[in-house]
């Protein structure tokens, strides 16, 4: 009797350790800024140094391109940044106030002009960067952002602040209150 009540507890404990055993991935908040550095004839320009910096942290990393031409940096908090390229016998390439947001890929082609190297090309950008290698829609709703909206969000039926969900790019709200994304 006692083996019996062992088996079934060690059944019990076993499948209790399998069900929750599995493994749940974490959405990751970073995203990717990569490109592609040509020269003007859009050769590809291999060994290009990319300096990329998060101008709101202070804080750069250092990539080199490859042998075709494209180089990426993984892993990159949001915020806003700034690129400088330089190759030997080209000049340099500087593009600033790039606004990365969470999980976006962000395109940056480099365009390396021939030159010497004491020679800086500046490019200001303020206007938002176009996704094209990848379909994803990304918005981030700032704590600004959001108190700034008229909302009548008083946590009832058709007034939840769970609707401002419903404001993202992507997002279809249904008539049962759930939204497809």
């Known amino acids: 009797m006692l083996t019996k009540m062992l088996k079934a507890t060690s059944t019990v404990i076993l499948c209790l350790t399998l069900a929750f055993s599995v493994e749940l991935n974490a959405q990751s908040t970073f995203g990717t800024i990569l490109g592609t550095v040509r020269d003007s004839s859009k050769a590809v320009v291999p060994n290009a140094t990319i300096k990329i910096t998060n101008t709101d942290e202070g804080t750069s990393r250092t990539v080199l391109s490859n042998s075709d031409g494209d180089y990426q940096a993984l892993n990159s908090k949001p915020g806003r940044y700034s690129v400088i390229a ?3 016998g080209f000049q340099s ?8 947001t969470a999980r976006q890929t962000l395109r940056i082609d480099i365009e390396l002009a021939v030159g010497a190297t004491s020679t800086a090309v500046s490019v200001e950008a303020s206007a938002g960067v176009i996704t094209t290698d990848t379909q994803t829609i990304a918005s981030s709703i700032n704590s600004e952002k959001l108190i700034s909206l008229p909302g009548n969000v008083r946590a009832a039926n058709d007034t939840s602040p769970y609707n401002l969900i419903a404001l993202l790019p992507g997002v279809q709200p249904d008539n049962g ?4 994304i």
Do not use: K, Q
């Not at 209150?177 to 497809?180: A, D, P, S, T, V």
């Open 177 to 180: 209150g759930n939204f497809m």
């Open 93 to 100: 390439f500087t593009t600033a106030d790039l606004l990365l």
């Open 86 to 88: 330089s190759a030997p």
